[in-house]
T-cell receptor, first 116, second 114 residues
């Protein structure tokens, strides 16, 4: 069963607009972490933001914020005032402890294109 | 810190040859992960180590793949014999502790098996 679902394979957004990238997750753990990574065309994986399942406030990092809705099991990434350099692949990921395992699993990703 | 260091950055090899990918995690990190990324399957976890001990290798595709972590500062992923379907980008990542943060990824090794 897919644990992380990103329903938007691709998005086109005008520069300077805000962007919301969707992510829903599935877990029976009470304690888990949610992450977003950015992968530009150069290929490296860049950690953007983290939200713990017990964190009451939504995580923010500069222009990035994570809209965490625990009851709905969603962890959308919001990028404010998008820039051309935001064009990249974005992955939502979850870290859970399950039967002694501890690993991050990734969604399929959303490719974001910022238009000038 | 130099981050997670992977070598080589690119590897082209002939089918049937042995391939060894290398990773140096961030000093002090106690978890090390090997991922494979392809267009079709996305990012797949192959294996991970905690304190140099393999914890979960259920993602290793088959017996042709093996991974070792002889000490806290070095890990290898070996494919023997390599096949064209092994062509992918292989990422190594490390982290400190369990929850409370993301992984730091290396730059990846792009493997092409011809």
């Amino acid at each position: 069963a897919q644990k992380i679902t990103q329903t938007q394979p691709g998005m086109f957004v005008q520069e300077k607009e805000a962007v919301t990238l969707d992510c829903t997750y599935d877990t029976s753990d009470q304690s888990y972490g949610l992450f977003w990574y950015k992968q530009p065309s150069s290929g490296e994986m860049i950690f953007l933001i983290y939200q713990g399942s017990y964190d009451e406030q939504n995580a923010t990092e500069g222009r990035y914020s994570l809209n965490f809705q625990k009851a709905r099991k969603s962890a959308n990434l919001v990028i404010s005032a998008s820039q051309l350099g935001d064009s990249a692949m974005y992955f939502c990921a979850m870290r859970e402890i399950q039967q002694g395992d501890d690993k991050i699993i990734f969604g399929k990703g959303t490719r974001l294109h910022i238009l000038p | 810190d130099a981050g997670v260091i992977q070598s080589p950055r690119h590897e082209v090899t002939e089918m049937g040859q042995e391939v060894t990918l290398r990773c140096k995690p961030i000093s002090g990190h106690d978890y090390l992960f090997w991922y494979r990324q392809t267009m079709m399957r996305g990012l797949e976890l192959l294996i991970y180590f905690n304190n140099n001990v393999p914890i979960d290798d259920s993602g290793m595709p088959e017996d042709r793949f093996s991974a070792k972590m002889p000490n806290a500062s070095f890990s290898t992923l070996k494919i023997q014999p390599s096949e064209p379907r092994d062509s992918a980008v292989y990422f190594c990542a490390s982290s400190l502790g369990r929850h409370g943060g993301g992984y730091t990824f290396g730059s990846g090794t792009r493997l092409t098996v011809v």
